[in-house]
């Protein structure tokens, strides 16, 4: 299984990671600020909880990151090579 990581002491919102994902698994969040896995394609729920707890509503940068199980990833590391800010990480 895939180990999505998003460090969202980096991420800007670009959602160019959620452009560029074959297997349409990430997205752009509702305020636009942040991009973050699909909920329903994340495996481990303690990393959706812990998105929508302490990163959804926040406006600027925050020291959070979240490690999501996600088993449709292919790990084509295509996201990763999108991010202009090196927000995101894929470990198998």
């Known amino acids: 299984m895939s180990n999505v990581i998003y460090d969202y ?3 800007n919102g670009n959602a160019s990671c959620a452009e560029v994902c074959p ?8 305020n636009g600020k942040w991009c973050k896995p699909i909920d329903e394609k994340v495996e481990n729920e303690e990393a959706v909880k812990q ?4 990163v959804e509503d926040q406006n600027e940068q925050v020291d959070v990151v ?3 199980d ?3 990833c292919i790990e084509c ?5 999108s991010c202009p800010e090196d927000a995101i990480q894929i470990e198998g």
């Open 51 to 54: 998105f929508h707890e302490e």
């Open 9 to 11: 002491n980096k991420c």
């Open 70 to 72: 996600m088993p449709e």
């Open 23 to 30: 297997v349409n698994i990430l997205e752009e969040s509702e």
């Open 66 to 68: 979240i490690e999501n």
């Open 77 to 81: 590391m295509a996201c990763a090579a």
